[in-house]
């Protein structure tokens, strides 16, 4: 079980996924993980990091935490498992349930349990086109979605996926799926262009796509509150009230995928909170159960729920749902992480957290190798470019980052490398002693970066 401990910062194939560069991962193999506790993780030769990135987005409450342990084997002794199909339940799902529907920032009325965020999202599409069957109008199924956001792999949520990696070689986006523009002012701004006019862009751009395809034949937009896996993009502060007065315009439901922002991220217990965005379906999954059971949720409205209902049988039984949905270990320990996120005041935490973070990540935008620094709450980007006027990077795309990401890491920090942006997003215990190391060390290893190029 050896394994090279030490990544090569030069190593500019060194990617998150072993199929980036399946030869490359033969070669050097992953970093194994051993145990986690807190803000930390720990591997087999002892090296201990600062899990900057909450193991993928993923862990609020921390890791090893003997509550939610607790939680599972309770669960695990009473009923280690029941399926919700055919008139069952139990009662960790019908709680969860209860609980997402309550904390939920606009009314919503049913929620359909899953295992990953992929799924989820799945499900939507399903959904979606159940009940366009349902009401009548079968051509009204398209969803659109935006440039980098990110949404899942499966064919249908690697399809509303907007990174070109999801979809070359895949034979992908399916057809009926559609991709608007990034809301990201610093790069896809023009010269001399406010925030705002470009949010009203943006928001022209998926007017004219709707009107080009039809509002007829568009079912609902998707998007994240702020973009995570696309490369942490922050909107603008007006681009969701626009773009929400297109979607109104032309009948149009939003869907927000919360599944990173979702449970405190952003500073507020959910992303819409932040953006004043009034979503029909929500996307949950990560920081729900904090990850240490796999479950995901879609939260939906009276108007989407209630012509499903309707039609249910009719048209054909609402043929889905899986094995493991609502799964009542997973289901238990969600509920008890959404408790430990209210009592120890982990949304006030992440706010607190989070301006320090933002403050000391802006001072690193005067660094020769920074482009731009972007974030809200506890999650934030570090764009890197070799020349800041005309904000481009060094060749090969990502190689940047990806030396940035082994220095910092070599130096006990884990972060995440998306093309040449390194992302920061800590788990919602952090302290302030780790934001200042993140934040040193972050610098360490961008000046280890630009001494070496
Ligand atoms: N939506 C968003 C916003 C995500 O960040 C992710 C995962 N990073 C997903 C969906 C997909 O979740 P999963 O990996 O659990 O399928």
Redesign the pocket.
Known sequence: LHQPNSLEARDVAYQLHPYTNARRHEEIGPIVIAKGDGVFVEDVDGKRYLEAMAG??SVAVGFSEPRLVEAASRQMAKLPFYHTFTHKAHAPAIELAEKLIAMAPVSMSKVHFT???????DTIVKLLRYRANALGQPEKKGIISRIK??????LA?ASLTGLPNNHNAFDLPMPGVFHTMCPHHWREGREGESEDAFATRCAEELEALIEREGAETIAAFIG?PV???GGVIVPPATYWEKIQAVLKRHDILLIA?????GFGRTGQMFGCETYGIEPDIM?L??ALSSSYL?I?AVLINDRVYQPVADKSGEIGTFGHGFTASGHPVAAAVALENLAIIEERGLVANAAAMGERLQAGLAGLKDHPLVGEVRGVGLIAGIELVTDKGAKLAAQPPGSMAAKAFGLIQERGVILRAIGDTLAVCPPLIVEAGHIDRIVQTTREGLDALAASM
Not at 115 to 121: H, L
Not at 149 to 154: A, E, L, P, Q, S
């Open positions: 993928l987005w295992s990953s965020g992929s799924e989820a999202n956001g990110y949404h899942g792999v499966t949520s994240e973009m995570g896996a995928d919360e599944v990173i922002c996307t999954s990560k796999p995901s």
